[in-house]
């Protein structure tokens, strides 16, 4: 007859791997989130915002408290990265 607690042991293995997985993931999104909260929920109001930061400072999290933009933010775009179609 089996001792009730055999299993004890591969179970708590099996959580603890699991729990250290998580804990990683979470420690790597907190530091590509330039140590802040993941954002979930977002629309594209907030998505476009985030490509603008990343456009100004180089980092989808971070923010400028300048008043004007730098000169390179005028041609600095998206659009330019798009490859048109020729025919």
């Known amino acids: 007859m089996p001792v009730p607690f055999e299993s004890f042991l591969p179970f708590v293995i099996i959580a603890s ?7 990683g993931l979470s420690v790597a999104r907190y530091y590509s989130n330039d140590k802040k909260p993941t954002r979930y929920g977002l629309d594209t109001w907030e998505r476009q915002m985030m490509e603008r930061d990343r456009r100004l400072t180089g980092s989808k999290r971070g923010q400028s408290s300048e008043a004007v933009a730098p000169a390179i933010f005028s041609t600095n775009s998206v659009w330019y990265l798009e490859k048109t179609r020729t025919h």
């Open 17 to 23: 791997f699991y729990c250290v997985t998580a804990s």
